[in-house]
């Protein structure tokens, strides 16, 4: 069972930005794709990124494209979320998680992910 750890949530102003880190434990890192999702209050979770599991093909929400940039180092077990230009709405709790099938290209779905972290709590103030 692969755990995974995020960090870097926080408190930032409008227009801000910030880096999530999610750290994987095991070996198999490298074979997964990965995802980052999120979860505003009253609201269901949402996909926001994923990335193939060699980092080459990427998928981002439309709601973030062009602010938001998922990347991974196989090398330290670990996926970014790079969060530019935040917004209110930014605001949730931000989770990452595994593909369920080691080497598929990313997908945008919860059900193809089965492994999750806590989560980290991002609160853009307006």
């Known amino acids: 069972q692969v755990q995974l750890v995020e960090s870097g949530g926080g408190l930032v102003q409008a227009g801000g930005s910030l880096r999530l880190s999610c750290a994987a434990s095991?070996?198999?890192?490298?074979?997964?794709?990965m995802g980052w999702f999120r979860q505003a209050p009253g609201k269901e979770r949402e996909f926001v990124a994923a990335?193939?599991?060699?980092?080459?093909?990427?998928v981002h929400a439309g709601s973030v494209k062009g602010r938001f940039t998922i990347s991974r180092d196989n090398a330290k077990n670990t996926v970014y979320l790079q969060m530019n230009s935040l917004k209110p709405e930014d605001t949730a709790v931000y989770y990452c998680?595994?593909?369920?099938?080691?080497?598929?290209?990313?997908?945008?779905?919860?059900?193809?992910?089965?492994?999750w972290g806590q989560g980290t709590r991002v609160t853009v103030s307006s």
């Open positions: 998680a595994r593909h369920r099938q080691s080497f598929t290209t990313p997908q945008a779905q919860q059900v193809d992910f089965d492994s």
């Open positions: 095991g070996r198999t890192f490298g074979s997964y794709a």
């Open positions: 990335i193939s599991w060699g980092g080459r093909v990427t």
